[in-house]
């Protein structure tokens, strides 16, 4: 609860679709041969759990700002009492403290893990005191405010926060501040650690003159300024803008309008900084720069679209490489060294460190609300991202959702709304990572006008086994197949936006997806995929979500066009880890891959000869209650089979379960608990693309057949998994 102002600041088991893509034998095994990006079951943590209930935050009316320390210690600025104020809320804490008054602050994080508290105070004339509070990077409350510097305060600056200004501080203790003054100079105080004493304000470079035409002057104006301290101590800065036109329109003229930006750097161990330098990298036009230090040394940049980095101890700035995002963004850096960007507009890119390039960039709405972008990474590496969301219905704007997808490795997670789905509201906030490494969110619900404002705050749990079938954190199963373009689908019930199916896209036609279990370890089902040309691929996506392309796999094999039919049903074996069964199309044998319990796959083995007479085989999961996968078989009569499990990662006999069935389904699949009772059900769909579910009896037979969907919607799927 946060409190009124006190003072001044001073292993699931998950079936398949039978794949049919006729093609010469195959009998490559997949023994641990990676592809340029592998899945690892040692040491994989456990995905994010699902998002708690919101609790509400009384008196809070609006989220400002939210960030987090080192130690996860969180700090957020609101407001209260129509004020603005700030809160803390401490590592090892659930409770957020009283807050206090911060008028005109600005909280930032440094690459250090400290917060710091930014604002400028009037003195006398046209001066300015900027003063700063500062929550050590392992701290739990921010310190006494002190003063930093006196100088001028440039006022024609574009962009949020305090005005023209910003801080950054090293792991070596190096703390700096830079700003523009009223005279468009950049200028520069620094200190060696946070008991320094700052020095003199410095002046490093100065905005050009403005341009002046006869019908008009073309004054330049700050866009960026970004000041990063490496972990050796060096210091990068880059800021600049443009000459800004203010007329009509009538008389542009295209040669005023002109750039400034520069990098200035101070490399570590030196007593003084370079000169400023262009920095072809970032473009003609390099508005919505983002400049950080890297994890692993040295600094790297974010500029219209493409990606810098200098490594540490680097004589310069190596290529630019094109990222595909054009707007500003954060830059988050996993354990793992991958970098993700997040952009304005909800796209986002990932750099995977083990490939050494860019998957492809993706928008994860066309819907979010300018400005409402926000980003955190976790203790495992994923970046969590929040944004506002358009909802429509019949083409008007009902209400703006509080939105949340969690991305990894190039996969991300489907959407999750953490508002109360109220219509004619209005739901933006903030995400910060508290102590134990989760996502944290706070936001603020209200009427469209602007009314009845209420916030609230979740976090997510621990994440327990996935279910069968289960993707998106819902308590049913879910469907995973392709689409008849380039999707691959989710179809889950989502309260918040149930007539909309969850895709990944750029997925070659003719693409196939078995539903897998959680093959990594991470609690979190997985996906294999062939692809048209025959290459098998398995992905380990981020949690709730699915895979792109790109995302992060293990190759399984280059060819297995030779399986006419590729499926899983869980634990074959009885070391509860998901197994893999394939058909071969020539010979009809089934084989066995099993889990290997760490990172692939042991070689196949046969379990089964000479299975052509059955024109489907389906892995059902565990039909039977015992915990072992079953198998069901379709034969040329129209008789359906089951072949229980034995854990041994062989077949029991045969037992007929009905008689003269599925002559008119083009897809069967076992398709986990569809409808809530606790059992595996069968889903079919027919000719005419209506769907179809048998409820399973948990003794390994099914109830006769209901209607589960009509073929609006189910004709648009080009397959089911």
């Known amino acids: 609860m946060i409190m009124q102002s006190r003072a001044l600041l001073g292993s699931a088991l998950i079936p398949v679709l039978a794949l049919t893509v006729a093609a010469p034998s195959a009998a490559t095994a997949a023994t641990g041969t990676t592809a340029a990006t592998t899945a690892t079951t040692a040491a994989v943590p456990a995905g994010l759990g699902t998002w708690s209930a919101a609790k509400e935050l009384p008196g809070v009316t609006r989220v400002i700002d939210l960030e987090s320390a080192r130690n996860g210690t969180m700090a957020g600025l609101f407001t209260q009492g129509g004020q603005t104020v700030l809160s803390v809320r401490p590592a090892g804490s659930t409770a957020w403290q009283q807050t206090e008054p911060a008028p005109g602050a600005t909280l930032r994080r440094t690459d250090d893990g400290a917060l710091t508290l930014l604002w400028w105070v009037a003195a006398d004339g046209d001066q300015h005191t900027l003063r700063m509070s500062r929550l050590a990077p392992d701290g739990g409350a921010f310190g006494p405010a002190e003063d930093v510097a006196t100088g001028?305060?440039?006022?024609?600056?574009?962009?949020?926060?305090?005005?023209?200004?910003?801080?950054?501080?090293?792991?070596?203790?190096?703390?700096?501040?830079?700003?523009?003054?009223?005279?468009?100079?950049?200028?520069?105080?620094?200190?060696?650690?946070?008991?320094?004493?700052?020095?003199?304000?410095?002046?490093?470079?100065?905005?050009?003159?403005?341009?002046?035409?006869?019908?008009?002057?073309?004054?330049?104006?700050?866009?960026?300024?970004?000041?990063?301290?490496?972990?050796?101590?060096?210091?990068?800065?880059?800021?600049?803008?443009?000459?800004?036109?203010?007329?009509?329109?009538?008389?542009?003229?295209?040669?005023?309008?002109?750039?400034?930006?520069?990098?200035?750097?101070?490399?570590?161990?030196?007593?003084?900084?370079?000169?400023?330098?262009?920095?072809?990298?970032?473009?003609?036009?390099?508005?919505?720069?983002?400049?950080?230090?890297?994890?692993?040394?040295?600094?790297?940049?974010?500029?219209?679209?493409?990606?810098?980095?200098?490594?540490?101890?680097?004589?310069?700035?190596?290529?630019?490489?094109?990222?595909?995002?054009?707007?500003?963004?954060?830059?988050?850096?996993?354990?793992?060294?991958?970098?993700?960007?997040?952009?304005?507009?909800?796209?986002?890119?990932?750099?995977?460190?083990?490939?050494?390039?860019?998957?492809?960039?993706?928008?994860?709405?066309?819907?979010?609300?300018?400005?409402?972008?926000?980003?955190a990474q976790t203790a495992n590496g994923a970046v969590v991202v929040t944004y506002t969301q358009k909802r429509f219905e019949a083409s008007h704007t009902v209400r703006r959702d509080f939105v949340t997808q969690t991305l990894t490795g190039a996969s991300a997670s489907k959407p999750r709304t953490l508002n109360s789905l109220t219509n004619a509201t209005t739901s933006t906030g903030r995400v910060a990572t508290d102590d134990k490494g989760r996502p944290l969110a706070v936001w603020t619900q209200s009427a469209d006008d602007g009314s009845s404002r209420t916030s609230f705050t979740a976090t997510t749990g621990t994440r327990s086994l996935p279910k069968w079938h289960e993707y998106a954190d819902t308590t049913r199963a879910d469907i995973v197949g392709m689409s008849a373009s380039d999707a691959m689908n989710l179809f889950t019930q989502d309260a918040a936006n149930p007539l909309v199916t969850y895709q990944t896209r750029s997925w070659a036609p003719g693409t196939k997806v078995v539903a897998f279990g959680d093959f990594d370890g991470d609690r979190c089902n997985d996906v294999v995929v062939r692809l048209p040309g025959g290459e098998a691929r398995l992905y380990t996506p981020v949690c709730g979500g699915l895979p792109t392309p790109d995302s992060a796999y293990k190759r399984l094999s280059q060819d297995w066009s030779g399986y006419d039919t590729l499926l899983a049903s869980?634990?074959?074996?009885?070391?509860?880890?998901?197994?893999?069964?394939?058909?071969?199309?020539a010979t009809g044998n089934v084989y066995l891959y099993a889990h290997n319990g760490t990172d692939g796959f042991k070689p196949r083995v046969k379990i089964r000869s000479a299975w052509t007479g059955y024109k489907r085989v389906i892995g059902a999961g565990d039909l039977n209650g015992d915990g072992i996968g079953d198998v069901l078989a379709l034969d040329g009569s129209g008789e359906l089979w089951r072949y229980n499990g034995t854990g041994t990662g062989t077949l029991k006999d045969r037992v007929r379960v009905f008689s003269d069935w599925g002559g008119s389904y083009k897809d069967v699949i076992g398709a986990g608990d569809v409808n809530g009772d606790g059992k595996a059900d069968l889903v079919s769909r027919d000719t005419s693309n209506n769907l179809w579910l048998n409820a399973g009896t948990g003794t390994g037979t099914f109830a006769s057949r209901t209607q589960a969907g009509t073929s609006t919607y189910w004709k648009t799927w080009a397959s089911l998994g």
């Open 570 to 585: 869980g634990d074959q074996t009885g070391d509860g880890r998901p197994d893999l069964l394939a058909r071969d199309a």
């Open 152 to 375: 001028t305060l440039a006022t024609d600056w574009i962009g949020a926060g305090t005005p023209g200004t910003t801080v950054a501080a090293g792991a070596n203790g190096h703390q700096a501040v830079a700003w523009m003054d009223k005279d468009h100079r950049l200028t520069v105080v620094e200190r060696s650690g946070p008991q320094g004493t700052w020095s003199a304000p410095a002046t490093l470079d100065q905005l050009p003159d403005p341009i002046v035409r006869p019908d008009n002057v073309y004054n330049y104006t700050l866009r960026d300024l970004h000041l990063a301290v490496a972990a050796d101590g060096a210091l990068a800065l880059i800021w600049g803008g443009n000459s800004y036109y203010t007329g009509d329109g009538v008389d542009y003229d295209e040669t005023a309008y002109k750039w400034h930006y520069k990098l200035l750097e101070k490399p570590a161990g030196a007593t003084s900084w370079t000169a400023p330098r262009d920095m072809p990298q970032l473009g003609e036009k390099p508005q919505g720069v983002t400049l950080a230090a890297h994890p692993k040394g040295g600094f790297h940049v974010l500029s219209h679209g493409s990606y810098i980095r200098k490594a540490a101890g680097a004589a310069d700035w190596a290529p630019a490489e094109d990222i595909g995002i054009a707007t500003h963004g954060e830059l988050l850096t996993a354990p793992n060294g991958d970098v993700t960007v997040v952009g304005d507009g909800t796209t986002v890119a990932t750099r995977l460190a083990s490939r050494g390039t860019w998957a492809g960039a993706r928008q994860l709405t066309g819907y979010a609300e300018s400005g409402s972008v926000s980003a």
